[in-house]
């Protein structure tokens, strides 16, 4: 064989090689940073989860040491002070909803998309992460564990569900808007949010209490449609919504859910 030869061959292995690792890596490297990413999120959320825990137990022996029976009130009285939910008006699809028309939406209604195509690609860091979180967002029929932040910019939707800071706070009478991303990937962020229906449970777990929310509506609306924020000045209202559809993103799918007593 000729020096030629060997050294087409020797050229086309060196190529092949490359090529072959070059395929390697982009298929790799990727579901390494997936792989980062989750464990990190779930690192946070397992640590968060075990600090409200202690916090609610704390809490918990704090209330039984301090109650004086003097100061309980008859059990008549607190019946007679709860205000009574508002008549619940039918759906389309019939299932109750709670009246959300006596007050309009908040005048400081956002002035950007949270969806809007991020201008360079955020960063946080795990210790920010763990310093803005406030809460998990817990829905089983859809396997979602994910963090809450306050704020719905480019770095805070990559890594959580954002609190719109012009709404609600949770636990508050009015209603709470959380605004997510939803992943090509099926399963991941909020990208099964449309399987939810009326009755299903969500759960806001906060480092010093559990709240849980029954789904009363779901349903599609326009980018510019602002009506989601309002609330009726009675119940407690948890509002999610995502881009719709996945990888479009031309119009937003919404669930409402009212906190459970």
Excluded: W
């Excluded at 202690?54 to 100061?71: A, C, G, N, Y």
């Excluded at 998309?113 to 310093?131: C, G, I, Q, W, Y």
């Excluded at 009478?173 to 099964?192: D, P, Q, W």
């Amino acid at each position: 064989m000729s020096d030629i030869k060997k050294k087409k061959i020797n050229i086309r292995t060196i190529l092949s090689v490359f090529l072959l690792t070059a395929g390697l890596l982009l298929v790799l490297v990727p579901l390494i940073m997936t792989y980062y990413n989750t464990k990190r999120n779930n690192d946070i959320i397992e640590e968060f989860l075990r600090e409200s825990e202690l916090v609610v137990s704390e809490l918990e022996s704090m209330e039984i040491e301090d109650v004086d029976p003097i100061d309980i009130i008859p059990v008549e009285t607190q019946t007679e002070n709860i205000p009574h939910d508002p008549p619940a008006v039918e759906s389309p699809d019939n299932n109750p909803t709670p009246e959300a028309t006596e007050q309009p939406a908040p005048t400081e209604t956002p002035s950007e998309d949270p969806f809007r195509l991020p201008t360079k690609k955020p960063k946080m860091t795990k210790e920010e992460m763990k310093k803005r979180t406030t809460g998990i967002l817990i829905i089983p029929k859809i396997d979602v564990k994910m963090l809450i932040m306050d704020g719905t910019d480019d770095a805070t939707l990559s890594v959580a569900v954002g609190r719109m800071t012009n709404t609600d706070n949770f636990d508050e009478v009015g209603n709470c808007v959380l605004a997510g991303h939803r992943s090509y990937t099926f399963g991941k962020y909020l990208n099964r949010l449309n399987e939810l229906e009326a009755g299903d449970k969500i759960t806001v777990q906060l480092k010093n209490k559990t709240l849980t929310y029954t789904v009363y509506k779901s349903h599609i609306i326009e980018p510019t449609d602002f009506s989601i924020l309002n609330r009726n000045g009675t119940d407690k209202i948890l509002t999610i919504f995502t881009c719709h559809p996945p990888g479009v993103g031309s119009h937003r799918l919404v669930v409402h859910a009212k906190q459970d007593e």
